[in-house]
């Protein structure tokens, strides 16, 4: 097939553009109505938001399956079946490349109402925003996904390549074990046993700010270590108190030398529990479990931080006899990762952004997200999103209007500009 002449690519664009300025009023009530089907994890109730899509998206012209887990591996993991991700493909001639546009149905639990001044779930819109618990988080990706693709269609747009739509289920999860269900099923296996490619590269619609496109991804490490004492009468000597010794711990974790990066930013490491306690308290509490969630930059990774806390064990074990370790679980360990700044993907993402007067550059985040799962089979990948990440697991989430239609605007363009009819000279 002939290949477009500049103009009549550039039209196309245009096309798409105002049939999204045309149609703000109608993507901004579906992403209220979207914040209004609640979708908390825990515990996850996604009947009627991946419903609510699935049709959303049949309607853009696009093919749709619901594709969950199987029972046998989501129960196990103390989580209720079916789990359903929204996949949807606007299908091209197949000699183009696969472009992801996926986010998350699943938001956190909104907290004490007193704190929001609209209804958490009421998806209201005031003073030019969108007012709920995920406006930003990120169910405006789920909402612009629909529209992109629709206006894709009505500026009849040929598809060299496909354009994949995700609406996936528990990200919010915070360990692996529980995100499991959603992207990471698909990577694996989801995709391609119903019928659909894996991308050649993904856009993970989430929070970012528009002006970044980030492909620069903090590694990270959460883990729980057990401080073992023994109990004893708490009012002997006999006895070695764990919650001293977990004490000593975090003592020695936070001396650690931490490094930065000139886009990452700081490496961070927090401790995010200690638990221990005696039967009673006239007792000894034998164990206390330190819980450490850390970000670490390239390029030296996990491992470094794990010889690091290994080394301050090992010295407090020789100051302290009595101080003693057990096995660390490791709930997460992601190395850190950067992308070309010149790639295609991130090329694209920012002469869209250009057209629509946002001037955007590659950047760095805080992690890969729901890209984890492509990422380690070597599929490229960006977070680019509306809203930004102060905004989010907080009272009064809200994105601007305005926010939203570019961020719909610029993944239609984007995906006109990778997946679409190739422009002469362009």
């Not at 401790?271 to 306690?277: D, E």
């Not at 089979?377 to 209007?401: A, C, D, L, S």
């Amino acid at each position: 097939m002939a290949s477009l002449t500049p103009s009549a690519h550039r039209r196309q664009a245009a096309a798409v553009m105002s049939y999204i300025e045309q149609h703000r009023t109608d993507l901004v009530g579906l992403l209220s109505e979207l914040i209004q089907l609640r979708s908390v994890f825990p515990p996850g109730e996604y009947d009627a938001i991946a419903h609510r899509m699935a049709d959303e998206l049949r309607e853009s012209g696009a093919r749709v399956e619901l594709i969950t887990a199987p029972r046998a591996e989501i129960e196990p993991r103390g989580l209720a079946y079916p789990r359903p991700n929204v996949v949807a493909a606007v299908e091209g001639s197949g000699d183009g490349p696969v472009l992801l546009v996926g986010t998350h149905m699943d938001v956190v639990a909104a907290g004490e109402r007193s704190e929001w001044t609209h209804d958490p779930f009421g998806g209201v819109v005031e003073n030019g925003r969108v007012w709920g618990r995920g406006a930003c988080d990120a169910k405006n990706a789920m909402a612009a996904q629909v529209f992109a693709a629709r206006a894709l269609m009505d500026a009849g747009v040929h598809m060299r390549g496909t354009l994949l739509l995700i609406a996936s289920v528990d990200d919010e999860g915070r360990f692996d074990r529980l995100k499991w269900p959603g992207m990471t099923y698909l990577a694996e296996r989801g995709l391609r046993e119903h019928g659909f490619p894996l991308p050649d590269m993904v856009i993970n619609g989430e929070a970012s700010g528009l002006a970044s496109i980030c492909g620069s991804f903090k590694g990270r490490l959460i883990m729980e270590i057990p401080v073992i004492g023994e109990t004893a009468h708490a009012a002997t000597t006999y006895g070695i108190n764990a919650i001293h010794n977990a004490v000593k711990l975090v003592v020695a974790l936070q001396r650690i030398q931490l490094k930065s990066h000139p886009l990452q930013g700081d490496e961070t490491l927090n401790i995010c529990a200690i638990r221990g306690a005696a039967d009673r308290y006239g007792d000894i509490p034998p164990v206390c479990d330190v819980g450490v969630e850390i970000r670490v930059v390239p390029p030296y990774g996990t491992d470094r931080i794990l010889r690091e806390i290994n080394g301050a064990i090992a010295r407090l074990a020789a100051e302290d006899p009595a101080f003693q370790t057990g096995e660390f679980t490791i709930f997460s360990n992601r190395q850190p990762i950067e992308f070309d700044p010149a790639s295609p993907l991130v090329t694209a993402i920012r002469a869209s952004a250009a057209l629509v007067g946002v001037n955007a550059s590659f950047a760095g985040i805080l992690g890969t997200g729901e890209l984890q799962a492509f990422v380690a089979r070597g599929i490229p990948g960006v977070t680019y999103g509306g809203g930004f990440i102060g905004r989010v697991h907080k009272p009064n989430e809200y994105i601007e209007v305005d926010e939203l239609v570019r961020q719909t605007q610029i993944y239609a363009l984007t995906a006109l500009a990778l997946c679409g009819e190739h422009a002469e000279g362009v």
